[in-house]
């Protein structure tokens, strides 16, 4: 196996199966995909953002084995008539057609958008089996009155590293930019070095991306 010192890439990430502690397991980057399968397989929640996930995963490591959480339903959620006082967990909530016209008119706008806090309230809601979280509470987390919940930027390494790659003036002559970054950050996922852009990576991979310099 291929490796490097330091700051630098080691190349295989073993698999899940094969790790004993949440410290090793930590040391590599995993998908959130990969997370919410591994989580899946272990019969936990599977469900939200990367750092719910982890979070999850961690539990586990350290002994808690809980299954998930299966909310019974005691009627038909559907016909429940919705007003702001209405729980989230006894109307069906969704990110659908009927939330969206219902917060549409409490607003008077016909151009409603469901935002990523609003989504990261609603994992908070089922994890916690909050029972007392009302759709007035959903809107002040759209109207940006309540902190209850906020999605987690960080979760957009990817994101930040491709950004990072094109901001820096050194890469101009790369094309395509985003064919370079995503090599890079193959090398970058399965490492124990950080998750981040810096012009080092492309002097350590010059040979696997030298092909794409198209400086005249």
């Given amino acids: 196996m291929k490796k490097r010192e330091g700051k630098h890439i080691m190349w295989d990430r073993p698999d899940f199966t094969t790790i004993k502690t949440y410290q090793e397991f930590s040391q590599y980057y995993w998908y959130r995909a990969e997370l919410a399968d591994i989580c899946k397989r272990l019969g936990k929640e599977h469900s939200g953002v990367k750092k719910e996930l982890e979070a999850q995963i961690k539990q586990?490591?350290?002994?808690?084995?809980?299954?998930?959480?299966?909310?019974?339903?005691?009627?038909?959620?559907?016909?429940?008539?919705?007003?702001?006082?209405t729980p989230l967990l006894t109307c069906g909530?969704?990110?659908?057609?009927?939330?969206?016209?219902?917060?549409?008119?409490?607003?008077?706008?016909?151009?409603?958008?469901?935002?990523?806090?609003m989504?990261?309230?609603?994992?908070?809601?089922?994890?916690?089996?909050?029972?007392?979280f009302t759709l007035r509470d959903m809107l002040a987390i759209y109207q940006g009155q309540s902190t209850y919940a906020k999605y987690d930027n960080a979760s957009c390494q990817w994101n930040q590293f491709l950004k990072d790659f094109c901001a820096d003036e050194n890469n101009a002559a790369f094309q395509p930019k985003l064919k370079v970054a995503a090599i890079l950050w193959q090398k970058v996922k399965h490492s124990t070095a950080p998750k981040v852009y810096h012009q080092q990576l492309v002097k350590n991979f010059w040979d696997d991306i030298s092909m794409y310099w198209k400086r005249k």
Avoid: P
């Avoid at 659908?96 to 607003?107: G, L, P, S, W």
């Avoid at 989504?119 to 007392?132: I, L």
């Fill in 93 to 117: 909530f969704a990110f659908n057609t009927r939330f969206r016209e219902f917060f549409a008119q409490q607003m008077g706008s016909s151009s409603f958008k469901f935002t990523a806090d």
């Fill in 119 to 132: 989504a990261a309230a609603w994992r908070k809601v089922k994890a916690e089996g909050n029972d007392r």
């Fill in 60 to 85: 586990y490591f350290a002994g808690n084995v809980a299954q998930k959480k299966v909310r019974l339903k005691t009627k038909k959620e559907k016909d429940v008539e919705l007003t702001l006082d």
